[in-house]
């Protein structure tokens, strides 16, 4: 069965801390790997699609990487506003949508 | 502007009563998707409809039914039937294929 995995469930930093969040898969078969943010209360945001490894996207401070087995998302200088939830899904060849559980990211002034 | 409309945004709802929740797109998407969100959980598919007049259950589908009449609509009915009702309920479509979803803004059923 398809799985995705989230690491780590919550994460504090300062602005100005880069970090990293993690999602490992087990898919049969990848089509696509979607990362989404998600803020309270609202429905989630699509960010980024990866389709193969070694692929890698960026938009503003974010930049998503994927290999075989997982995939990364990189925040550099991390600003308040970029605190939310963030998610992970993947797509298998019978074209199902798996999520995560989700990281939440709080960036402290 | 396209998007995707969900309704209500808060619903409180007694055991034993039937509700229904509302989704409208006009993205032209052929797939539409409910979800459920529970916290510290990933989202979890309850029914999918690829094209009009057809759709799929999920992994969480007992308890719920759906119908999908036009290609814009794709309203949720939550069942007396569904043991924990109390969520976060997520619509969301695509263009039919492995495309990213669009998600509407939710809607929180709450059973008193």
């Known amino acids: 069965e398809d799985q995705v995995t989230q690491s780590p469930e919550a994460l504090r930093l300062q602005e100005g801390e880069s970090s990293s969040l993690n999602c490992s898969y087990t898919v049969s078969g990848l089509r696509g790997l979607f990362w989404y943010r998600q803020d309270p209360g609202k429905g989630p945001e699509f960010l980024f699609t990866l389709y193969s490894a070694g692929e890698e996207k960026e938009k503003e401070r974010l930049k998503a990487t994927l290999t075989k087995k997982e995939s990364f998302l990189h925040i550099t200088a991390p600003k308040p506003e970029d605190s939310a939830t963030y998610l992970c899904a993947v797509c298998s060849n019978n074209n199902d949508m798996r999520f995560g559980a989700g990281t939440r990211l709080t960036v402290k002034p | 502007d396209g998007g995707i409309t969900q309704s209500p945004k808060y619903l409180f709802r007694k055991e034993g009563q039937n509700v229904t929740l509302s989704c409208e797109q006009n993205l032209n998407h052929d797939a539409m998707y409910w979800y459920r969100q529970d916290p510290g959980q990933g989202l979890r598919l309850i029914y999918y409809?690829?094209?009009?007049?057809?759709?799929q259950k999920g992994d969480i589908a007992e308890g719920y039914s759906v119908s999908r009449e036009k290609k814009e609509s794709f309203p949720l009915t939550v069942t007396s039937a569904q043991k924990n009702p109390t969520a976060f309920y997520l619509c969301?479509?695509?263009?039919?294929?492995?495309?990213?979803?669009?998600f509407g803004e939710g809607s929180r059923l709450t059973v008193l």
């Open positions: 969301a479509s695509r263009i039919r294929g492995t495309g990213e979803l669009f």
């Open positions: 409809s690829q094209i009009v007049n057809d759709f």
